[in-house]
């Protein structure tokens, strides 16, 4: 790459005496207030409707018709089948919606098996007999579609279109956004066309699957879009609240998750059929919870249920060389899990009373064993430590609030989330050093959080920890210099969607900052400039301007990554905190390649910057 030291230059020069920010201008205000971009619209700023996951049985979806149609759902989907030569529907028939106000009604499907010519829709405004719907899908073949049916006949949009951005083998997401008077039309986050809006009259949407053929759909999401001068930035969930950890880098390649009121002894054993084996196991929420992983190490694996706990049992599997890797008690019995094959070797348990097993610990480990399971259940502690070559090092907690400040802490240490679990009303926390990074991600939902998973699992990271508990928001932190009263988003990148105007004080360079939800960054100055954004060019060759966050270290961490044909070649370390919803300081080194920041005090080489949010 001849041309790489010409651009790392360059770059080096826009960000250089640290002011960030010889940013640039590339777009109008009106431009980038508007809403032609999927990003421009965040959970904060929408108000659902109605909402099916289809993470439970429904007899209103899951519908049969002998040689006709069919669904069911399993595994978080929802199986739309059409058994004979003729297209089939399946609707829901919303109550109140108000179509007059702005609206976003959104999916994701997936073609499986069947005719590939056909289109496979998202469809909405229904009449009694089926007439006057919109339509907006894909085929098989790789095309998207947009339709109206007036009577008995369908009037094009846009005709069958072949397009990259339709996924012939994995899930498609379909949003169609009604703002004022114009419909936009999304495929995949992509805007594909705008088109005057038409008005609905009728409460139904639904699906349509092609004749002879099976579709998968993970969700369907009704909700009004609020007005653009609410914030895009979120805050800590309120009350109880699923919370998982997602990991990167730690084997698994394929996952999947279900949720039951009983113990999920036919999901497993589906799902060993199919070569997964249990990565985790909970009971929240009067649900289990399973995680079924590859990639685990395991060879086999086996379960039992007790009402006691069941020493005889565990010493049983032992001898026949398994080994504990799941404990948990929920509905009045002890579950654990047994493996072979994995990285445990030598094993130790316990039980104790009222008292957390603080001393076994310490036993176990001046034995070389290392804390992998600690549960609560009936009137007891249960402890399992395991000799584990792949541990480097350990700290625990058992806390009453959610505890943050320790996570964040000792991952920036190097450490990664083993267990994080709500027991006899504590927050148990297991942190481990291991030999290789684990980069990790922490998600939080009040529902069951199947829409973060999915997001995560296409950014390669698993699911390795599940628990449901009362989080605290927690309103200031301590840096390693100073004390300052902050906003705490929970979910950082999501409070830094949308467009932000700023610069470091004292210096004449102020400018834009726009984050987009695809992890591409854009910077703008007054002075006209533009660096990142889409179809970005330079030299005549294109760049990507890439954000990368680190959500768990103190301060949080803010990157830019500079690419060119998928290749870094730059990276711009930063440390952001902010203030409020709508303000945050950043601080970047001084040149790219340079060490990070590590407080937020000003120098004459490397200010720090104030941007607000632009309305």
Same mark, same amino acid.
């Given at each position: 790459?001849?041309?790489?030291?010409?651009r790392?230059i360059v770059?080096?020069?826009?960000?250089?005496?640290?002011m960030?920010?010889s940013l640039?201008f590339?777009?109008?205000? *009106?431009?980038?207030l508007s809403?032609?971009?999927y990003?421009?619209y965040?959970?904060?700023?929408?108000t659902?409707?109605y909402?099916e996951?289809f993470?439970?049985p429904?007899?209103?979806?899951?519908?049969?018709?002998?040689?006709?149609?069919?669904?069911?759902?399993?595994?978080?989907v929802?199986?739309?089948?059409?058994?004979?030569t003729?297209?089939?529907?399946?609707?829901?028939?919303? &109550?109140?919606?108000d179509?007059?106000?702005?609206?976003?009604i959104?999916?994701?499907?997936k073609f499986v098996?069947g005719?590939?010519?056909s289109?496979n829709d998202?469809?909405?405004?229904?009449d009694e007999?089926?007439?006057d719907k919109?339509?907006? *899908?894909?085929?098989g073949?790789?095309?998207?579609?947009?339709?109206?049916?007036v009577g008995s006949?369908?009037?094009?949009?846009?005709?069958?279109?072949?397009s990259?951005?339709?996924?012939?083998?994995?899930f498609?997401k379909?949003?169609?956004?009604?703002?004022?008077?114009?419909?936009?039309?999304f495929?995949?986050?992509?805007?594909?066309?705008?088109?005057?809006y038409h008005?609905?009259t009728?409460?139904?949407?639904?699906?349509m699957?092609a004749p002879?053929?099976?579709v998968q759909?993970?969700?369907?999401?009704v909700s009004?879009?609020?007005?653009?001068?609410?914030s895009?930035?979120?805050s800590?969930?309120?009350?109880?609240?699923?919370?998982?950890?997602?990991?990167?880098?730690?084997g698994?390649?394929?996952q999947r998750w279900k949720?039951?009121?009983?113990?999920p002894k036919?999901?497993i054993k589906s799902?060993?059929?199919?070569?997964?084996?249990?990565s985790?196991l !909970?009971?929240?929420? /009067?649900k289990?919870?399973?995680?079924m992983?590859?990639g685990?190490?395991y060879?086999?694996?086996?379960?039992?249920?007790r009402k006691?706990?069941?020493?005889d049992?565990?010493?049983?599997?032992?001898?026949?060389?398994y080994?504990?890797?799941?404990?948990?008690?929920g509905n009045?019995?002890?579950a654990?899990v047994?493996?072979k094959?994995g990285?445990y070797?030598?094993?130790?348990? @316990?039980t104790?009373?009222?008292?957390?097993?603080?001393d076994?610990?310490?036993?176990f480990?001046?034995?070389?064993l290392?804390?992998?399971?600690?549960?609560?259940?009936?009137?007891?502690w249960?402890l399992?430590?395991?000799?584990?070559?792949n541990?480097?090092g350990?700290?625990w907690?058992?806390?009453?609030?959610?505890p943050?400040?320790?996570?964040k802490e000792?991952q920036?240490?190097?450490?990664?989330? @083993?267990?994080?679990?709500?027991e006899d009303?504590?927050?148990?926390?297991?942190?481990n050093k291991?030999s290789s !990074?684990r980069?990790q991600?922490?998600?939080?939902?009040? &529902?069951f959080?199947?829409?973060?998973?999915?997001?995560y699992?296409?950014?390669?990271?698993?699911?390795?920890?599940?628990?449901?508990g009362?989080?605290?928001?927690?309103s200031s932190?301590t840096s390693?210099t100073s004390?300052?009263?902050?906003?705490?988003?929970?979910?950082?990148?999501?409070?830094?969607?949308?467009?932000w105007y700023g610069?470091?004080?004292?210096?004449n360079?102020?400018?834009?900052f726009r984050?987009?939800?695809?992890?591409?960054?854009m910077m703008?100055?007054?002075?006209g400039?533009?660096?990142?954004?889409?179809d970005?060019?330079? *030299?005549?060759?294109?760049?990507?301007?890439?954000?990368e966050?680190?959500?768990?270290?103190?301060?949080?961490?803010?990157d830019?990554?500079?690419?060119?044909s998928g290749?870094?070649i730059?990276k711009?370390?930063g440390?952001?905190r902010?203030?409020?919803e /709508?303000?945050?300081e950043?601080?970047?080194?001084?040149?790219?390649g340079d060490p990070r920041?590590?407080n937020f005090?000003?120098?004459?080489?490397?200010?720090?910057?104030?941007f607000k949010?632009v309305?």
């Amino acid at each position: 790459m001849k041309n790489q030291p010409k651009r790392t230059i360059v770059t080096s020069r826009l960000f250089s005496r640290g002011m960030l920010l010889s940013l640039l201008f590339y777009i109008s205000i *009106g431009s980038l207030l508007s809403q032609s971009r999927y990003s421009d619209y965040g959970s904060s700023d929408k108000t659902r409707v109605y909402r099916e996951n289809f993470s439970e049985p429904n007899s209103k979806w899951e519908v049969y018709r002998s040689g006709s149609r069919m669904g069911k759902i399993h595994d978080g989907v929802l199986d739309w089948i059409s058994m004979n030569t003729s297209a089939q529907m399946i609707w829901h028939t919303l &109550t109140d919606m108000d179509w007059s106000r702005d609206w976003q009604i959104e999916t994701r499907v997936k073609f499986v098996t069947g005719k590939e010519n056909s289109s496979n829709d998202l469809v909405w405004n229904m009449d009694e007999n089926n007439r006057d719907k919109y339509h907006f *899908g894909f085929t098989g073949q790789g095309k998207y579609v947009f339709s109206k049916k007036v009577g008995s006949e369908y009037q094009s949009i846009v005709p069958f279109t072949k397009s990259d951005l339709v996924n012939t083998s994995a899930f498609n997401k379909i949003t169609v956004r009604k703002k004022g008077n114009t419909y936009y039309y999304f495929f995949n986050e992509k805007l594909l066309t705008t088109k005057s809006y038409h008005t609905v009259t009728s409460d139904k949407v639904g699906f349509m699957v092609a004749p002879n053929t099976t579709v998968q759909i993970d969700y369907l999401d009704v909700s009004y879009l609020k007005p653009k001068d609410l914030s895009l930035a979120s805050s800590l969930p309120a009350g109880k609240n699923y919370v998982g950890i997602m990991t990167k880098y730690n084997g698994y390649n394929l996952q999947r998750w279900k949720t039951r009121d009983a113990f999920p002894k036919d999901a497993i054993k589906s799902d060993w059929d199919d070569g997964y084996h249990i990565s985790d196991l !909970s009971y929240d929420n /009067d649900k289990w919870s399973l995680i079924m992983s590859k990639g685990t190490g395991y060879s086999t694996q086996t379960w039992i249920t007790r009402k006691e706990w069941p020493k005889d049992d565990i010493k049983g599997k032992w001898d026949d060389g398994y080994r504990i890797t799941e404990v948990n008690y929920g509905n009045g019995v002890w579950a654990i899990v047994f493996s072979k094959g994995g990285a445990y070797g030598r094993q130790r348990w @316990a039980t104790k009373g009222s008292s957390f097993p603080s001393d076994k610990i310490k036993e176990f480990g001046d034995d070389g064993l290392w804390i992998t399971e600690i549960a609560y259940g009936v009137d007891r502690w249960v402890l399992v430590s395991s000799q584990d070559t792949n541990i480097r090092g350990q700290k625990w907690f058992k806390k009453s609030q959610f505890p943050e400040s320790e996570i964040k802490e000792y991952q920036s240490q190097g450490y990664s989330v @083993a267990q994080l679990s709500r027991e006899d009303d504590w927050w148990v926390l297991v942190m481990n050093k291991y030999s290789s !990074s684990r980069p990790q991600q922490l998600i939080a939902s009040s &529902t069951f959080p199947k829409e973060e998973i999915r997001k995560y699992w296409d950014q390669g990271y698993y699911l390795t920890d599940l628990s449901y508990g009362t989080l605290k928001k927690t309103s200031s932190y301590t840096s390693n210099t100073s004390t300052s009263t902050t906003y705490k988003p929970t979910n950082l990148k999501l409070a830094l969607l949308g467009t932000w105007y700023g610069g470091a004080e004292g210096e004449n360079d102020n400018g834009y900052f726009r984050f987009y939800s695809d992890d591409i960054a854009m910077m703008i100055s007054d002075k006209g400039d533009t660096l990142g954004g889409y179809d970005y060019t330079q *030299g005549g060759m294109e760049i990507d301007l890439e954000y990368e966050i680190n959500s768990f270290n103190t301060p949080n961490q803010l990157d830019f990554v500079f690419k060119s044909s998928g290749n870094s070649i730059g990276k711009m370390k930063g440390i952001i905190r902010f203030k409020d919803e /709508d303000t945050f300081e950043l601080k970047l080194a001084t040149e790219l390649g340079d060490p990070r920041p590590s407080n937020f005090i000003s120098t004459p080489d490397s200010k720090v910057a104030t941007f607000k949010r632009v309305r």
